[in-house]
C-alpha cells in the first residue's frame, strides 16, 4: 500500500557544524585573573591615633579637630580606628570640664586675701575689704565724706597713723540708715578696742571705716582703726 502522505527526504548533516569550537566555546579563564591585584587593607587611621594622643595630653582643640577628621575619613574609607577617634574627643571633653571647673574655683576663691600681713613687711595700697587686725596703716583719705576703697598699709616698724585692731560685719538685713550704721559701728569697735590693746591707754582712739547703702547688699563689713595723738611706730599689741 502506497503511503499517502510520503516524507520529504533531506541530506543528513553532521551535528557538530564546522565553525564552533568545542565546549566551553573559547570563555574567560577560571582565574585568576592577570592585571587585578587584590586591594590592600584599609589599616587605622592616622588622625584617629593623633587625635586619642593629643586628648590624653591635653591638646584638646588640635585633638577635636583630627578626631573629627578621622571620623569622617573613617566613614569614607571604611578604614579602623572609630574607637580611637571617640576615645580622643571624650578625653578632649574631660579636659574641657576640667579647665571649666579650675576657673570656676579661680572666681569662687579668688578673692581670698593672700597679701602679706603688715607685721611680715607686706606694703602698698589695700582694699578696706582685705584689711585685717594688726594691719599698720598710713594716712587715710576720706574727711571730706569721699568713699574710702584703698587704705595704704605699711610695716608696723615704720611710722604710721593707725591701726587695724577689729574687722567685723553688720548684722543682715535692709539698709538701716546711716546713722544706725555708724552707731552699732562705735558700739563695737569700742569693745573690741578694749580686749586687743595690751595696757588701757586712754590716749588712743580710733574711727570706722563703714559700708555705704550702695554697697550694702554685697558688703555689710566695718574695720575699726585705731590711732593716736601722733604717728608712732610699733604695735599695739607691743
Known amino acids: ?12 548533516q553532521n551535528a557538530q557544524a564546522p565553525g564552533y569550537p568545542p565546549p566551553p566555546y573559547g570563555g574567560m579563564p577560571a ?9 590592600p587593607p584599609a589599616g587605622t587611621n592616622g588622625f584617629a591615633i593623633a587625635s586619642l594622643i593629643l586628648g590624653l595630653l591635653g591638646g584638646v582643640l588640635l585633638s ?8 569622617g575619613q573613617i566613614r569614607r574609607r ?3 580606628g572609630r574607637g580611637l577617634a571617640i576615645g580622643g574627643l571624650v578625653a578632649s571633653g574631660c579636659w574641657v570640664l576640667l579647665i571649666a571647673a579650675g576657673v570656676t574655683l579661680a572666681i569662687v576663691f579668688g578673692d581670698t586675701d593672700t597679701r602679706p600681713s603688715a607685721a611680715d613687711g607686706g606694703t602698698g595700697p589695700v ?11 598710713g594716712k587715710v583719705s576720706g574727711d571730706d565724706g569721699t568713699p574710702v576703697e584703698d587704705v595704704p598699709v605699711l610695716p608696723c616698724t615704720t611710722l604710721h597713723e593707725g591701726e587695724v585692731f577689729a574687722v567685723f560685719d553688720l548684722p543682715a538685713g535692709p539698709w538701716p540708715g546711716e546713722r544706725q550704721v555708724e552707731t552699732q559701728a562705735e558700739k563695737r569697735c569700742k569693745a573690741e578696742l578694749g580686749k586687743y590693746l ?4 586712754d590716749t588712743v582712739d580710733f574711727y570706722t571705716l ?16 585705731a590711732t593716736g595723738p601722733a604717728p608712732r ?5 607691743d
Open 1 to 12: 500500500m502506497t503511503d499517502p502522505f510520503p516524507q520529504p527526504s533531506y541530506p543528513v
Open 31 to 39: 582565574g585568576p585573573y592577570p592585571g587585578l591585584a587584590a586591594p
Open 64 to 71: 577635636v579637630i583630627f578626631g573629627i577628621v578621622a571620623l
Open 78 to 80: 571604611g578604614q579602623g
Open 127 to 137: 582694699s578696706v575689704t582685705r584689711l585685717h587686725p594688726g594691719d599698720c596703716v
Open 198 to 201: 595690751k595696757t588701757p591707754d
Open 210 to 225: 563703714q559700708p555705704l547703702r550702695e554697697s550694702w547688699a554685697d558688703d555689710r563689713g566695718v574695720t575699726c582703726v
Open 233 to 237: 611706730t610699733g604695735s599695739l599689741r
